[in-house]
């Protein structure tokens, strides 16, 4: 049990049956009445955000949330399948873990996977992926590196905007967290 007083940023905490993350914390002490906990949490399972007030004596569960390193392997449908690195199990998990960075999963692509117990809470892929450009139109003499943008598909089928000068069968890095290109590798 943790004092809400001691929440911060990515805290974990089960609270009323669900699992939760903390987001952003502030303190208030009122004038005559006892300090209170502002929060803004994020159910871990659903994905949904609340803000939540507590009294400053109240008392939470807090979790602890292990991480495992896991390869992925393929896709089944709504369903990714995942083989752990040490034991070489593999596991099949929920594409929505993974959020919207789940357009850049790639075989043998290695991922961070949160686990409470055995329910898997969170794919988390790394900050930046290579990735093979399959479809853009061709460059135009006179392109350079501070023209405009066009569209290019990428071997996972996300499209993203690179520079006017890139062309198809080109490696590109591509941020994972907001998926901007970020140049060629």
Known sequence: MISVT????????EMDGSL?????????????GGAKVVTKLRNLESGSIIDRTFNATEKLQDIFVESKKMQFLYRD?????????????????????AGDA???LKENLEVE???YGEKPLKI???NQVTLNIVQTDPGVRGDTVSGGTKPATLET??????????EQSTLVRVDTRTGEYLGRA
């Open 6 to 13: 001691e929440l911060r940023s990515g805290t974990k905490i």
């Open 113 to 115: 996977v949160q686990q």
């Open 20 to 32: 939760w993350e903390c987001l952003e914390y502030s303190h208030l002490k009122m004038g005559r």
């Open 77 to 97: 449908g709504e369903d990714c399948i995942f083989m752990d690195m040490e034991t070489y199990d593999q596991l099949s998990l929920p594409v929505r873990l």
């Open 157 to 166: 089928g996300a499209v993203i905007q690179v520079p006017l000068f890139v």
């Open 124 to 126: 988390t892929l790394p």
């Open 102 to 104: 789940s357009r850049f």
